[in-house]
């Protein structure tokens, strides 16, 4: 912003010299006065008690801060584990190795129903089996494979809506494994916290697509105490994801 205009010039002195006469009168009374005020206090430095210190001003007080002691916190119906740095999620270089196009229809349909138990349960089984019917690849053609996870037997349905050089078909895992495990974990890694619990009837819950799990979860806050419930909901493709309760 431009500043405003403004012009200085020669201020006029008074020419009558009555004024400056009196003018001069009060400022020599007035040193006199300050002189006189300088020579008592000066005396009172000396020879008079040094006055009394005025009481502070209740502004002036700053109070102590009360720190707060931690909660009492009841840790022993949880389950404690480290805080994942990272979602949890399969790794697929631990999968078996990918059988490539040359391979019988079967053994690659078997291959991709392991993978699929295995991403719905962010983990590998290294004892894991997995196998198909003779498949023709003839539309209309319907067959059931099956992966044995963790002790769990899993469908994994194949419909082949088209055949020829390239074979069009959907899949259909109606239930995968849900390892508390991870289902923890990945719990950690949403609230942050190391302490929860899931009332999981076993280690391996089935899930169904689609669907809530059919157990909720619990987290707690070290620090407060507080506990939140969650829900987790399964997607159609397998991947879950936890819910306020």
């Known amino acids: 912003m431009a500043p405003f205009p403004h012009e200085e010039g020669p201020y006029p002195l008074s020419s009558q010299p009555e004024v400056h006469m009196l003018n001069s009168v009060r400022a020599h009374r007035t040193a006199l006065g300050l002189a006189a005020v300088g020579s008592a206090l000066a005396l009172a430095a000396c020879g008079g008690p040094a006055p009394a210190d005025e009481p502070e001003s209740t502004a002036d007080t700053i109070e102590a801060e009360v720190e707060e002691e931690p909660a009492d916190v009841d840790t022993g119906d949880f389950n404690q584990g480290p805080i994942p740095s990272e979602k949890p999620e399969l790794n697929e270089s631990d999968l ?53 996870f963790l002790g769990e037997e899993f469908e994994y349905n194949i419909d082949i809506q088209s055949s020829g050089i390239l074979i069009s078909y959907e899949q259909d895992l109606p239930e995968g494994p849900l390892v508390r495990e991870m289902v923890e974990d990945t719990l950690r890694w949403d609230a942050e916290t190391e302490y929860v619990l899931c009332d999981m009837e076993s280690d391996l819950v089935r899930g169904r697509t689609s669907e809530d799990a059919p157990f909720t979860c619990q987290a707690l806050d070290e620090e407060t105490g507080d506990v939140s419930e969650y829900t987790l909901s399964i997607s159609m493709y397998g991947a879950y994801t936890f819910y306020p309760a």
């Open 96 to 148: 078996p190795p990918e059988p490539d196009n040359s391979a019988p229809l079967g053994e690659r349909i078997a291959w991709e129903a392991l993978e699929q138990v295995s991403t719905f349960a962010s983990m590998t089984d290294p004892d894991a089996t997995y196998q198909c019917p003779d498949i023709a690849g003839e539309e209309g053609e319907s067959v059931t494979c099956t992966v044995n």
